[in-house]
Structures are given as C-alpha cells and as structure tokens.
C-alpha cells in the first residue's frame, strides 16, 4: 500500500503564482486532498498560515514567524518573544528610518515574535542595531525579519513532531529562502523552487526548474502516493 508522505510548505515565493505575488489557486486542491499532514512553514505572522488552512479546509499544523510560533492543532509554543526585536526597531526608527508598512502595518500588527521590515528599507544600520542586540536579520526576499537567532522552521517542526504523529524523515519539504534551510535539514526529502536564493539551492536534495507554484505543483505530482 503506497501512501502520500507529509507535506511542509512555505507561503511565499513557493505557494505563489509564477509571477511572484498572490497564492496560486492551484495549490488549494492538491493540499486539501493530501493524505498525509501538511504543515505550512512560513515566516509570515501566525494569523496568515492559521487563514491559510482555514480557507484550504485542513488542519491547523503551523510554523510562522520562521520558527517564533508554532502550532500542533492543540497547544501554541512560542519560541521568543517580540520586545529584542522591538527595541531594535524602536532604534531604527529613531534613526530616521521607518518600517515601510504604512500606518497600520497588517504585517507586524499580530506578529509575536519577531518584526519584519520592507524590502525597500535600508537593511545596512538594521543589521548593525539588531547585531548590538544580539539578533539577526534574515532576507526572505519578501522582508527582512529581525529576529532572535534561536527560532527556525527546523526547529519548529520537530516540535509539531513531538506532539503529533508526522514522520519527518518520510516527509517532504518545498520552499524558496535561507528561512527555509532548517525545514530542508528537518525532513527527508526537500525541493527548492526555481526561483529560491542560493542558500535554499544549495540545502535543498533538489533544484527545480519550475518556478513558484509551478515547481510544487511538480513535487506534488512526483511525491504523491511514495511513502
Ligand atoms: O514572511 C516572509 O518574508 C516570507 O514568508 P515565507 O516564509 O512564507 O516565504
Ligand atoms: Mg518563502
């Protein structure tokens, strides 16, 4: 009997429409009828991946903020807390520079654990303030995230493995960024879309052609029924 191996999925640059922005609705039914877990991984603030299962219509198996919250579906762990990487932004701003979300910032507004800056801020003195800090400053190619240096997607996975049963080792992971290196060394088989950087190429068993939702899509294809 062949069954379909655990998924981990990462949101953006991997769920995405081939033209870089927006999920891909073509992804919604393959995850919806996988016969397996999926977890989505993602650097993004807890609400968006929780919406994201919740509108899919799977079970809630999450890792955001790139390891700082994750969720089994039962318990929420939360693996640092947000005022290291607020004090670092408070000092940005007060450098004169701003986050570059607007008023409201829908992106930070319910993170917990991190903060994310727009790409279009200068990451230079970011990383010089969060480094006096003693954090770090990851390019998603989608935000820079001050955050503490301790939380990983890795890391974060093999939580939900310790409280729900999913077999890492037969799982596979697709992703796009450096963020997604831990979740590539968590699981056994692991797949960098075509567009990822050269760190999530270089961690990944496989480089894909495909690029975005084009490239999962294929590994869905290929892995589906091989566990
Ligand atoms: O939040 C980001 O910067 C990237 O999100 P992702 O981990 O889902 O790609
Ligand atoms: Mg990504």
Redesign the pocket.
Known sequence: MTADPPLVL?????LTRPDGWGIDPRVFDPIRDWEAPVVI????AFPYPIALCHFIGVPELVVAE?GGVVYTGDDVFFTADREAAQAVTEEYRAAGYTLGWGAEDTVNRWRETEI?VNLEQPIGPLREIAAKHGLEVID????Y?VKDTTPT?GAGLETIADHVPIDLEAAVAV???V??VSSFDAVGRSFAVGNADELAKAAADEVLEDVHADGTLSVLERVRGTA
């Open positions: 990462d949101i953006d640059g991997t991984a993602t650097g993004k790139n994310a998603t190619g989608y935000a995230h997607k992703g796009d960024s963020n997604d």
